[in-house]
């Protein structure tokens, strides 16, 4: 038997530090300053789609619904209520022979807007909010905060929102206590000396002119909306408005090596998923990117992975490039389909050792990482992929010559998360995570490193354009 040596045995997940050359290094920074000016631009799920949209249109991209018949070749996509999107590109291959596909999120942590939101208290004006998806409240006080959103008008009309992001716009705040008057306060756990109810947004201290109103403070804040937008206390009642940090995304470090953001998670992952697949022409197998909203709060409603326009979008796939379609053959087709279910990972911090598993954990600047599994204690509530789809997954990665790691969300017992992987998988498609590890998940402001985002970006990209029918499946 040939003896095998200790080099083919042993896996090592190794940094990517220094094996680049000029011209790759300036493709990563190049990556990296698109991805700062894109997450900018699009801190809400509506502004990611409206962005996505565009450029999807610029390069030839058709809404599904404009098209009778598909064929190889063809590109398409379809805007999901604005809050979710589906693209695709038309493989050579019959769509009998199943679908490659990416699946991440593009909503992320922040607070939204009660219904009656404009409120005052002793002479200062609030907007009232609750919080949306996994926060540590106390890390959103004393930072500036931009409004982000849409009204909706009696007539039907949608006006979108920002103010915060400009130099010349104001920005908003969350107030805490000083800590002259904070010894009850700092007695209590972190997950209460701040309570959901004390986070009301700071917006004005103006009192309206009309003397015959019981809350001046209140209806100078409506005041000066309904002058700005033309619209109502009604309105704002229908409306969607997000709070969300007014800070920019920055490089992190003096080597300035890495990315600071807000909406990291997942838009990290959504932005490589999305460049991945935007940079295709043609393929073999079709290729398929679905971006999710409604990932942090459970995939909920008819934007969120388990929504079955997502599915619908599929159908109409499969009915405008097969010659027959009924449920039997579409499902057969889903069942010879992949994905990779793209959601960010925590990567582990040298500052919190105790809750990570040195051995299982993903690192920056090491890849992308694999995760089998998500969920939480014994395993629950996850996506647990299959060896022989796994397995076919690295077998790409390594042909490419692309990093990858594998890893677990931390100890077992010290808490856990799920992804989009599970709704996925139930359809029938075999679905594994890969993911971008991140440090400081659901902060208002998330690390990643640079490399791991553009590596991502080519492993997305091997992954739509090599991965196969596995011999099972055939």
Not at 218 to 229: C, G, P, Q, T
Not at 237 to 264: T, W
Not at 321 to 340: G, L, P
Not at 418 to 445: N, R, W
Request: proline share 3%; charged share 25%.
């Amino acid at each position: 038997m040939e003896e095998i040596m200790a080099k083919d045995y042993l896996f090592h997940a190794e940094s990517m530090w220094h094996k680049q050359d000029a011209n790759e290094q300036a493709a990563i920074q190049a990556y990296g300053e698109r991805f700062k000016a894109f997450l900018n631009a699009a801190k809400t799920e509506r502004e990611f789609v409206a962005l996505a949209i565009k450029e999807l249109k610029e390069l030839g991209y058709k809404e599904i619904n404009a098209c009778p018949t598909l064929k190889a070749g063809d590109k398409v996509y379809q805007s999901i209520r604005g809050k979710g999107l589906a693209v695709a590109v038309i493989g050579k291959r019959p769509s009998e022979e199943g679908f490659n596909l990416l699946g991440s999120h593009i909503d992320s942590p922040r607070f939204d807007a009660k219904a009656h939101s404009v409120q005052e208290h002793d002479k200062l004006a609030y907007l009232a909010t609750q919080y949306y998806g996994g926060v540590k409240k106390y890390q959103w006080t004393c930072m500036p905060l931009a409004i982000h959103g849409v009204i909706t008008k009696a007539d039907g009309t949608v006006i979108p929102v920002s103010i915060g992001e400009k130099e010349d716009e104001p920005v908003f705040y969350f107030t805490d206590l000083l800590p002259h008057l904070g010894r009850e306060q700092m007695s209590k756990t972190a997950n209460s000396f701040i309570q959901a109810e004390q986070l009301k947004l700071l917006v004005g201290s103006e009192p309206s002119q009309n003397t015959e109103t019981k809350e001046p403070y209140r209806e100078r804040i409506l005041e000066i909306i309904a002058e700005k937008y033309g619209v109502t206390e009604a309105d704002l009642i229908a409306s969607e408005l997000e709070i969300v940090p007014a800070n920019k995304a920055r490089d992190v470090g003096l080597d300035r090596s890495m990315i600071g953001s807000y909406g990291q998670d997942d838009k990290l992952c959504s932005f490589a998923s999305f460049t991945a697949i935007a940079d295709i022409n043609e393929c073999e197998r079709t290729s398929i990117a679905f971006l999710y909203d409604k990932e942090e709060i459970g995939s909920e409603g008819n934007t969120g992975a388990q929504s079955r326009l997502y599915e619908l979008f599929l159908m109409q796939l499969v009915k405008k490039t097969c010659q027959a379609y009924d449920s039997v053959i579409y499902n057969q087709i889903i069942s010879k389909s992949y994905m990779i279910s793209s959601d960010v990972t925590a990567a582990f911090d040298p500052m919190y050792p105790d809750v990570f598993d040195k051995a299982n954990n993903a690192y920056l600047t090491e890849g992308l990482c694999l995760m089998k599994h998500t969920g939480s204690g014994g395993k629950s509530s996850s996506n647990d992929a299959n060896s022989e789809f796994l397995r076919a997954v690295i077998n790409i990665f390594e042909k490419a010559n692309l990093p990858w790691q594998i890893g677990t969300l931390g100890k077992i017992d010290a808490g856990g998360g799920g992804t989009i992987a599970k709704f996925a998988a139930k359809t029938g498609m075999q679905v594994v995570d890969a993911g971008i590890p991140v440090l400081s998940m659901h902060a208002p402001m998330e690390i990643c490193h640079k490399l791991d985002l553009y590596y991502s970006y080519l492993a997305y990209k091997a992954f739509l354009l090599n991965m196969d029918l596995l011999v099972g499946d055939r």
